[in-house]
């Protein structure tokens, strides 16, 4: 098998998810409108940061990037048997909330070593606006120890599908804008790693000042 290549499995489940649901409810239900898939690279290591704004944006970033996208995932949910083997099989990796989890770190790196994407939340947690105010050095750090080129994603509108207290997703219209692909991290330079950060943060709140 092509190290470069998700395994089959992954791949299946991903196309099965993609196309049964996530996509149905994006182009249909959401009305989402996708900019900039021609800087996707169709195979290789590949770190992509977004913006994040609600529990939808990893299925939507995955959809919207054409491949199977490794996200972390809070380890409770790697208690529950029949859930656990799914999201383990769908390229999710388990870290502890509120820690620095060298292993799941480690698991991206292995991830990114067997030449998967794996996507990670710039400012790391959700923000109400969906812009990034506090990003975090963590994922251009991610890029330069895996040897990854770096895809900023910018997910517009997707803190309006739920309402507080709410558990049905509304019909907001939602814009996704794939930007230019940036080099691989050339040092783990602190200093570096913080410009390229701002660097990235940037591109992506100019993307979301775009709108629909």
């Known amino acids: 098998m092509d190290r470069n290549r998700e395994p089959f499995i992954s791949l299946a489940l991903y196309h099965a998810f993609k196309w049964s649901i996530v996509s149905p409810m994006l182009h249909a ?8 898939v021609e800087n996707v690279p169709k195979s290789g290591p590949l770190v992509v940061i977004s913006n994040h704004a609600s529990y939808f944006d990893p299925p939507i970033v995955s959809n919207c990037v054409r491949r199977p996208v490794a996200y972390m995932a809070k380890e409770e949910l790697f208690d529950i ?16 909330r509120g820690s620095a989890d ?19 939340f710039l400012q790391g947690t959700r923000t109400p606006d969906g812009r990034i105010t506090d990003p975090k ?13 770096i895809l900023p994603v910018s997910v517009w509108g997707t803190e309006k599908i739920l309402e507080k207290g709410s558990a049905i997703p509304r ?27 701002q660097k990235c943060a940037t591109v992506i709140n100019e993307m979301h000042n775009l709108g629909r």
């Not at 804008?177 to 940036?182: H, K, M, S, T």
């Open 171 to 197: 019909a907001v219209p939602i814009t996704i804008r794939i930007g230019n692909l940036i080099d691989t991290p050339s040092s783990t330079n602190k200093e570096e790693l913080e410009m390229l950060t």
């Open 29 to 36: 239900y959401f009305r989402g409108q996708i900019y900039g």
């Open 102 to 120: 060298r292993n799941a770190i480690r698991a991206a790196l292995e991830y990114l070593n067997k030449g998967w994407a794996v996507g990670v």
């Open 81 to 96: 048997p029949i859930l656990a083997q799914a999201i383990k099989l769908y390229g999710a990796y388990p870290v502890s």
């Open 137 to 149: 050095r963590g994922a251009v750090l991610l890029a330069a120890k895996g040897k990854a080129p």
